[in-house]
């Protein structure tokens, strides 16, 4: 009794961003609990505990990189364990936790809802109980039709309904939750000829990464009166979240297809090279699903591809990276720096300096971290710079996407790969402030003096 009692003494004193990091810390330490349970294994798979920890981190982060083969280690018990983990990754800690208070009765007070803030990037207190309740059930409503549509579908390709309702179910939940695990042994390569089975996977990818404000956004104002929607207004963040994340898929999806053309695609169909590039550009957002090999990709394509995954999706979301609202911000500070206004703006909007400052650090650290990162896994690795690039922004991102090298790394460099796919799903800012001395300053300025710069 005395120990839990310090122990939740400690807890009190974390700030919300610590304990975040610690919550995800301790889903990581579920997830290899659950993980390790023979009961989930295959009597003739070969793993080692390093194997189950780095696919632990993985699916927590929800990346999709893998030391092992899912399909030849997992049976379907253990399929079903990794399914639940990839909800505490995708939906998020705060937000199955929350639901979890609410359905005890337990009460949501000041200290939960900082932890929410935390969790979900928000900036107020206002509504983020209603924010938790709205992203709960539009992920599991989600989850639930693409379950139904891609499972009825399958019927074609399985010989039993349980087959088909059993891939049907986990790719329903990695897709959504942008996870990249798959149970069919090759990603979606043997659908890459079905069309239909692509669609509804980008759309998937698509609802998981946007940002969940951005659905319950919409969401609203698709079940509003018609005369309640003269009145709406979509939000800044919507605004800026949307117009980023599909400009980044498109110029992904013209620079692929440009790129390919006469490399990958040549012997290919018009339609097999839209769908080609249209898939890879939009899982690279954080899906980590593909329909290729993407080390059959020219290195011009590999470098996009891995700029993309850098970006990752939008904040409150299933992506990681720096995320898309950082990246637009950080472009428009550029642009109006070059033509010298000191406002920015956006969408006859002005953004707070405070979030420019955020953006500008977020982008700044992540580079750094990228480059220590990939500096470390060329010393004491023997693969090419490309690879170990693509590798990294794979982990970083959250996204999944692999060159293959992954199971054949060193101990050292999939400790670092699971460091940034940690990371890389608390967000750079819940990282940096878990450092943040929460004891009061003086009040006192030093003298400001001009500095050369450029």
Known sequence: MYKQARLSSWLQQRTPFQTIALFYA??????????????????????????????????????????????????????????????????????????????IGKKIGLKERQLIMADQNQTSFQGVVKLIKGILSLVLLIELLGFL?????????????QEAFYQGFFASVS???????????????????????????????ILGAIGFPVLIEVKQ??????EDRKFMRFSLFTKVTTFTYF???????????????????????WHEKVFYSLFQS??????????????????????????????????????????????????????????????????????????????VVVTLMAIITYFIAVVLLSIVEEFSLISIMFEVASAFGT???????????????????????????????TFLFTFKNERTKGTYHYPKEKIIIG
């Open 26 to 103: 301790g889903a990581v330490t579920l997830a290899v609990l659950l993980l390790s349970l023979p009961i989930g294994h295959r009597p003739d798979a070969e793993f080692t505990m390093l194997d189950i920890i780095f696919t632990s981190v993985s699916a927590v982060s929800v990346t999709g990189l893998s030391t092992i083969s899912i399909v030849d280690t997992f049976n379907e018990i253990g399929v079903f364990f990794l399914a639940f983990v990839l909800q505490f990754g995708g939906i998020g800690i705060m937000t199955l936790g929350t639901f979890i208070w609410l359905l």
């Open 149 to 161: 549509i891609l499972s009825t579908y399958f019927l074609r390709y399985f010989p039993t309904w």
């Open 175 to 205: 897709a959504t939750t942008n996870a990249g695990f798959d149970i069919t042994g090759q990603s979606l390569i043997p659908f890459s000829n079905d069309y239909f089975v692509q669609f509804i996977h980008i759309l998937l990818i």
């Open 221 to 226: 104002y698709l079940f509003s009166s018609v």
């Open 247 to 269: 400009v980044l898929v498109i110029v992904g999806f013209v620079l692929l297809l440009v790129m390919e053309w006469n490399h990958f695609y040549a012997d290919k169909t």
């Open 282 to 359: 939009t899982t690279s957002r954080s899906g980590g699903l593909s329909t290729m090999d993407v080390s059959l990709y020219t290195e011009q394509s590999q470098l996009v591809l891995t700029a993309l995954m850098f970006i990752g999706g939008s904040p409150s979301s299933v992506g990681g990276g720096i995320r898309t609202t950082t990246f637009a911000l950080v472009i428009i500070f550029i642009l109006t720096f070059a033509r010298g206004s000191q406002n920015v703006s956006v969408f006859r909007r002005e953004i707070h300096h405070e979030d420019l400052f955020r953006a």
């Open 399 to 429: 996204c999944g996407l692999s060159m293959g090298i992954t199971p054949e790394l060193t101990t050292l460099s999939k400790i670092i790969l699971m460091m940034l796919m940690f990371i890389g799903r608390i967000g750079i800012l």
